[in-house]
């Protein structure tokens, strides 16, 4: 996989303060999700990646030149900043135009893409009114529309989906899939892990400053076989299943949900724990089976406790 | 200062609520602005002129005939807080520019607004930061010179013809105090940045001092007195210490009336502008 | 368009027509064919004159000093200009608008000194004709390139003391014989002679436009001036102060709303002029130090500023008439300065 | 919670699939410098001039025409001591190039820079293929024109308010001074407004220094000696011909440098203290507090 993005002994100090710690990384086309709790160095990465700071140490390539000092880079690299910031006089449509005209377009191009933007995040109703008066969802769809109008190969969401109601989050986690599948490298930052589960299974985990893991979620969980996979699994007849499972040599422990039709069962090694069940969960009625801690949030909680 | 460069503090809200509610914004703000070592420099600056009249009022006790050069009498306490005044309105600058701006640009009047304060709390509350900030370069130091004058030459001062000394320094440290920081707080409240407002109250303060400038060598008329703030300031001054200057002959009734109308005016625009919601048509 | 544009254009569009006017006022203006403060008529003078001196009979007649002082002083005023007017038709006060008086050498006409008066204004011609033809013994008129020129005293030799003529309706010229034929001759044939003096027109074009009175010239017009003055010693002592040789001169001076003089010096080079302003200067201070006699000069050195710009010393005056008054020997003024604007 | 892996298909081991056109932009050049200024320039004059804050400048730098306005009509009734020329010299002397013109500059120049970092909206213009010295020049020419559309009416309508008192004749002789004054103003813009955004660009807070400039050095305009040459009021007040002669202080020291002097002067600072702005603004990261 060719790099878009690399980190070659990359650090960043502010002062006392190390934000990045020689850091080695890369990161291709496709989605990328850029995980880590606040203060974790997640904003200094992608602001090292959008040349916006300059590393203290080592070096931070983006499409094969340096990304500080190279603004030619943003032909081809869209940036949606964190900061809820704009400039409230203008509309959206004035916005965009503003900044297609920054990157190079002539007006007639510049107008061709901001429609095709606004259509992108469905705001054209909304491009005649003032930013100032737009909601909360509006005012991150009208930065994520900046930061694809001019069709970049490189793209640097931070928090895309923060203060966004379930139906436009759910429409940005689309555009952002269909970004990543048409072969841009997408790399989304994000402290909620769940957003970032909906548009990637690739993660790079950010911890004090170090890349803790990086790679797809589940290939990361099966590294750690000593920590026990939880199974939740819903019957008709919560005791029937617990009797027929007890006694399989996977099952490390049992429980039963409050409500009785849910048992959860600690096991080490799941793949042959789900063939050895198959059959008492036909005779006990079981509706539903899943791996509650097979997702980011257990994965990331666990590498962040070690 | 914005709520977000604070460091969080949990606010407990004990009951029953005390009367004096804004004491918080003020102590807050004021140990935020007291941080700041270039605040610090400038207020050393201000004091400077005390120390002056100090030397000034030992040397004339020390050598009388040098009191004829630079005499010591209920005057110079006049001259003394004219010349603060200059002081006063650097800063409120440095501490009242952003006050309300920086809280209506971050939205951090928000916060204040659904603690339970009202907006006259949250007003007063601001309002006594520049009160502080101005009385600690007016009214402390003019009080502090008198007491040292009083102590140097008792025999000067320990007068009861000269005893209306004290309240005049009050009295007008108060007025200049209270006008200045009244117009910074609504100039404050004008704006959404800092700076903005900041040269927004320069540039009103001075440019009135300009205009009355150039009426004066247009036309040379008393009443030009009355359009600058810092001239009003300056005739009560001259009124309270009977110092006699041409620039300003007026009675001391117009330029009371001249500088309660723009008190009135400020907290007029206070009144509209604290607002926890601002709405964009 | 959005409204930023709007004002942009709109303060465009101010400065613009700002510029035109300004412009148009530039080049239509009917004084602009002349040089500074000079009329076109006055071109024709000769290409020798050293200096000229102006008078705006108009807003000299208008402003307070005229009114306050010049016509209280004459209390015989009215009479003489109603016999003047009854003889010639002339009012001064109403049909003058400006006097010129140019001329090669400093000092009165006939003692060594040369001068030629211009006068313009609206004049009855024949009536002024007939008034110098029978007022005066021993005038007699020629001509020279169609403009009839009236001699006084004429001799035997042809040559008179004195002349005068009229170049146009609206301008007489009167002066030596041979310097009013000489301009005659020049406005005859539609000359500027006076172009040619490069020196002489840069200083007019120095003059401060709309002045109530001026004056420019180069050394010649201060030969005569004191080449030293006394020490502050006073006249009796043998130290005096040596004036540095002033390469031109330009006056310029109002009178209303108050007295108004702007003055300038050009010397010899930078530290002439420093030198010359400091001369100044200590004159002023002079005039103060004596101040505690009479408060008036306090108030009067106050209002002059001296200050030098490379070469040139420039000593501004601005004496209210209030001053002007106070420094008047005690007697009753008679009338107070009417508000004239 | 049911969590669905929907893995994300990684395209497999090539280059982008479908590499954006580059529609006949040069990707691997910044965009020219001018066609970035002018950009800049639109986007920063639409909240410049039409802005609450420019209502505060329209009343600094539109007062004289009012006072003019007023010095006009109240002619009669209210006898002025000085005259209608004196007095627009004190108006382009004193009120425009040394106080409201600087303080114009202070007001606009520190914050070209400063109110985007402040706003938080600096990210949008430093993410564009551009060079930062042109989102500088764009900013630098927005200040100038908003300035100069606020000064120059005010200052043509106070001359002819002024001059054409005693009617249109006479006029034409002090022509060259109107386009003098207003030359020597747009020189007072360009080099404040230069010495001002270095002054931003440089401080956090420049307000309080800029202030202590304006008002106390450069009153060393008015000392003796070599002092006036170190402040920028005593070059440009010496371009101005009708100066007003009683300026106070000035009145015992005033020194009028030479003209060339001057010109060269007042160039040399507007180009060193723009190139010192530029040089350090493209130096500069941004680190907005989260």
């Known amino acids: 996989m060719t790099a878009t993005m690399e980190f070659v002994r990359a650090s960043r100090w502010y002062g006392p303060v190390i934000a990045l710690n020689d850091v080695t990384t890369t990161v291709g086309p496709g989605v990328t999700g850029l995980l880590g709790p606040n203060g974790a160095g997640k904003s200094t990465f992608l602001k090292l990646a959008a040349g916006q700071l300059a590393p203290s140490q080592g070096e931070v390539r983006v499409l094969g030149k340096r990304a500080w000092g190279s603004p030619e880079l943003f032909h081809r690299v869209g940036v949606c900043p964190e900061p809820d910031a704009f400039w409230e006089g203008l509309t959206g449509l004035q916005f965009l135009m503003a900044l297609l005209r920054l990157t190079g377009f002539d007006d007639a191009e510049c107008r061709r893409r901001a429609d095709h933007a606004l259509e992108q995040v469905a705001l054209t109703e909304a491009r005649d009114r003032k930013i100032g008066g737009y909601s909360k969802g509006m005012r991150q769809r009208i930065k994520m529309a900046q930061s694809l109008a001019h069709d970049p190969q490189v793209l640097l969401l931070d928090e895309p989906l923060s203060g966004m109601d379930p139906v436009n989050r759910r429409r940005v986690v689309d555009l952002v899939k269909k970004l990543g599948r048409e072969g841009r490298t997408v790399l989304v930052s994000s402290h909620i892990l769940h957003e970032v589960e909906a548009m990637t299974r690739r993660v790079l985990l950010i911890h004090n400053g170090r890349i803790l893991a990086e790679g797809d979620v589940r290939e990361i969980r099966d590294l750690m076989d000593e920590h026990p996979h939880t199974v939740a699994l819903r019957a008709r007849d919560p005791r029937a299943l617990a009797r027929a499972v007890v006694g399989s040599p996977h099952v490390l422990s049992l429980t039963f949900g409050a409500e009785g039709e849910w048992v959860t069962v600690q096991t080490a090694r799941p793949d042959e724990f789900y063939s050895s069940v198959v059959d008492a969960a036909v005779e006990a009625g079981v509706s539903e089976m899943y791996s509650p801690d097979e997702n980011l949030e257990s994965v990331f909680k666990y590498l962040v406790a070690r | 200062m914005p709520i977000y460069e604070q460091t969080y503090r949990r606010y407990e809200a004990r009951a029953p609520l005390r009367t004096v509610r804004f004491w918080p914004i003020t102590r807050e703000a004021l140990r935020l602005i007291l941080a700041r070592r270039a605040f610090l420099g400038l207020l050393l600056v201000a004091w400077g002129q005390f120390l002056f009249r100090v030397i000034q009022v030992y040397v004339v006790t020390r050598l009388p005939e040098a009191g004829r050069v630079l005499p010591i009498d209920g005057r110079m306490f006049g001259q003394f807080l004219a010349i603060q005044t200059l002081f006063t309105l650097l800063l409120s600058i440095f501490g009242g520019a952003g006050l309300i701006a920086n809280d209506l640009r971050t939205g951090a ?42 102590a140097l030459a008792p025999d000067q001062f320990a007068k009861w013809s000269l005893a209306w000394i004290g309240p005049a320094v009050v009295l007008h440290s108060l007025v200049t105090s209270l006008v200045m920081s009244l117009i910074a707080l609504a100039v404050s409240s004008l704006s959404r940045s800092a700076r903005v407002a900041g040269l927004g109250f320069f540039g009103l303060v001075f440019g009135l001092e300009i205009l009355r400038g150039v009426l004066r060598a247009l036309y040379d008329r008393p009443e030009s007195a009355l359009l600058s703030v810092q001239a009003d300031l300056q005739s009560l001054g001259n009124a309270l210490f009977g110092i006699t200057d041409r620039a300003f002959q007026l009675p001391w009734a117009y330029p009371a009336l001249v500088l309660t109308a723009v008190s009135l005016a400020c907290l007029a625009i206070l009144r509209a502008r604290v607002r926890a919601v601002e709405i964009v048509r | ?85 009854e003889k010639t038709g002339l009012n001064p006060e109403r049909d003058l608008d400006q006097v010129y008086i140019a001329g090669t050498q400093a000092g009165v006409p006939g003692r060594g000194g040369d001068a030629l008066v211009v006068v313009t204004g609206r004049f009855d011609r024949a009536k002024v004709a007939r008034a110098i033809e029978t007022e005066r013994k021993g005038v007699t008129s020629k001509n020279v390139s169609g403009t009839v020129v009236y001699l006084f005293d004429e001799n035997s030799a042809g040559k008179g003391t004195g002349a005068t003529a009229f170049l146009d309706d609206n301008t007489l010229v009167m002066g030596t014989q041979a310097s009013v034929e000489q301009t005659v001759v020049a406005r005859a044939k539609g000359e500027a002679p006076l172009r040619d003096n490069a020196a002489l027109l840069a200083l007019l074009e120095g003059v401060k ?133 | 919670m049911s969590a669905s892996p929907a893995a994300s298909r990684v395209t497999p081991d090539s280059s982008p699939a479908s590499a954006p056109s580059t529609d006949g932009r040069d990707v691997t050049r910044p965009v020219t410098f001018w066609r970035a200024a002018r950009a800049v320039f639109d986007l920063s004059l639409e909240g410049m001039v039409w802005s609450r804050r420019s209502l505060l400048m329209v009343a600094l730098l539109g007062g004289p025409a009012l006072l003019s306005l007023a010095f006009r009509i109240l002619l009669t009734r209210l006898p002025p001591r000085v005259g209608a020329f004196d007095f627009y010299g004190v108006v382009v002397a004193f009120y425009y190039v040394r106080n409201a013109l600087p303080l114009a500059a202070l007001f606009y120049a520190t914050a070209l820079i400063a109110d985007e970092v402040e706003g938080r909206t600096i990210t949008y213009l430093l993410t564009r293929p551009i060079q930062r010295v042109s989102v500088l020049a764009g900013k630098f020419a927005a200040y100038l024109v908003t300035t100069l559309a606020l000064a120059l009416p005010a200052v043509v309508i106070t001359f002819f308010l002024l001059n054409t008192i005693r009617g249109w004749s006479g006029i034409g002789a002090i022509v060259p001074e109107l386009f003098r004054d207003m030359g020597v103003m747009v020189l007072t813009l360009v080099v404040y407004g230069a010495f001002f955004t270095l002054m931003g660009v440089l401080l956090r807070r420049p307000v309080i220094p800029g202030l202590l400039f304006l008002f106390v050095w450069e ?20 371009l101005i011909h009708h100066r007003p002669p009683d300026e106070g202080l000035a009145e015992i020291f005033a020194q009028v440098l030479p003209t060339a002097l001057c010109l060269e002067a007042v160039g040399a600072m507007i180009v060193v203290f723009l190139a010192g702005a530029a040089w350090i603004f493209s130096q500069r990261e941004y680190v907005l507090d989260q």
């Open chain 2, 109 to 150: 009047i928000l916060v204040y607004l659904s603690r339970p304060l009202t907006r006259r709390d949250y007003v007063l509350g601001q309002l006594g930061v520049l009160l502080a900030l101005n009385l600690s370069v007016t009214l402390v130091p003019g009080l502090l010179l008198y007491l040292i004058a009083l």
């Open chain 3, 1 to 85: 368009m959005t409204r930023s544009r709007l004002v942009v254009l709109g303060s465009t569009v101010v400065v613009a027509a700002g510029a035109m006017a300004a412009l148009g006022a530039l080049y239509l203006d009917p004084a602009r064919a002349a040089v500074g403060p000079l009329p076109p008529q006055a071109l024709s003078l000769p290409a020798g004159t050293r200096y000229v001196m102006g008078l705006d009979v108009k807003r000299f007649v208008a402003s307070p000093l005229y009114t306050k002082y010049a016509a209280a002083r004459t209390a015989n005023r009215p009479q003489a200009f109603a016999e003047l007017e």
């Open chain 3, 209 to 341: 436009p709309g002045s109530t009175f001026w004056m420019v010239g180069d050394k010649t017009l201060l030969s005569n001036m004191p080449k030293a003055i006394p020490g502050p010693g006073g006249p009796g002592t043998s130290q005096s102060i040596e004036l540095p040789a002033l390469k031109s001169l330009t006056v310029t001076g109002d009178l209303e709303p108050q007295v108004t003089l702007d003055i300038t010096g050009e010397a010899a080079d930078e530290p002439a002029a420093k030198n010359l302003a400091d001369v100044v200067r200590g004159f002023v201070a002079l005039a103060s130090l004596q101040a505690n006699q009479k408060p008036e000069l306090k108030q009067l050195a106050s209002a002059i500023s001296v200050t030098t710009e490379a070469s040139r010393v420039h000593v501004a005056a601005r004496v209210p008439y209030e001053v002007i008054d106070s420094l008047q020997p005690k007697r009753a003024s008679s009338a107070a300065p009417p508000n004239a604007p």
């Open chain 4, 219 to 238: 009153l060393l305009a008015n000392a003796p000696g070599y002092l006036p040459r170190f402040t920028i009021t005593a070059y440009l007040r010496s």
